[in-house]
């Protein structure tokens, strides 16, 4: 079936460091969507990505929807504490029925003391 | 996050006993989903409805079963809960075909 590949599994930086990680997939999707989660929560929806090529930003946080369609990368520039959590890269196909998507494993960000 | 309330937060149980988990949403969605999230497997889909009474199978639907009776509520039950069903539960709705899901806080369910 398909899958996303998400990278890196986690990482560690310094507050006040910008942050890359990105999803890559052998299938093409027509949406791209980046969810952070904290302790104890759901998934939040943090951008969503519906055109290839298209660059979208959200406050520190910028994601890009790969031009080839099968991957996309989240950028978040100039990090602060509350940046901390689990990030998750998500697809959806043309050939997906009633708006399922596929999850990437997530990144763990933390922040150096 | 678009009004949607799973209930209960946490559950603890044992090996066997039936156990229902609820969502009930808000915001009108005509699509609702039931996922399941465990260490090293990220989000897997269980079941997902597009409808009132329109249910179909996600890629762990072994075990479970699910009910929409009405637009707002979406059940998920495990017939006779084994402990590989330990894990955190997470409801999600969209509203249309290509339309992000919005989810839950979550079930943390514990089966002994």
């Known amino acids: 079936g398909q899958q996303l590949n998400q990278s890196p599994q986690s990482m560690f930086i310094q507050e006040g460091e910008d942050v890359s990680m990105n999803c890559t997939s052998s299938?093409?999707?027509?949406?791209w969507l980046w969810y952070k989660q904290d302790p104890g929560e759901g998934p939040v929806l943090l951008i969503a990505?519906?055109?290839?090529?298209e660059l979208t930003s959200n406050g520190r946080l910028t994601a890009q929807f790969g031009i080839t369609r099968k991957d996309s990368f989240l950028n978040i520039s100039a990090s602060i504490p509350s940046d901390v959590g689990i990030y998750f890269c998500a697809g959806q196909s043309s050939s997906s029925s009633a708006s399922k998507i596929i999850f990437g494993s997530g990144t763990r960000l933390s922040i150096r003391p | 996050d678009a009004g949607i309330t799973q209930s209960p937060r946490h559950k603890v149980t044992e090996t066997g006993t039936p156990v229902t988990l609820r969502c009930h949403q808000t915001?009108?969605?005509?699509?609702m989903y039931w996922y399941r999230q465990d260490p090293g497997h990220g989000l897997r889909l269980i079941h997902y409805?597009?409808?009132?009474?329109?249910?179909d199978k996600g890629e762990v639907s072994d075990g479970y079963s699910v009910s929409r009776s009405k637009t707002e509520d979406f059940l998920l039950t495990l017939e006779s809960a084994t402990s590989s069903q330990t894990s955190v539960y997470f409801c999600?709705?969209?509203?249309?075909?290509?339309?992000?899901?919005?989810f839950g806080d979550g079930t943390r369910l514990s089966i002994l």
């Open positions: 915001e009108n969605h005509r699509y």
């Open positions: 409805s597009y409808g009132v009474k329109d249910t």
């Open positions: 299938s093409i999707f027509n949406t």
């Open positions: 990505l519906y055109k290839a090529g």
């Open positions: 999600a709705t969209s509203g249309g075909q290509g339309q992000p899901q919005h």
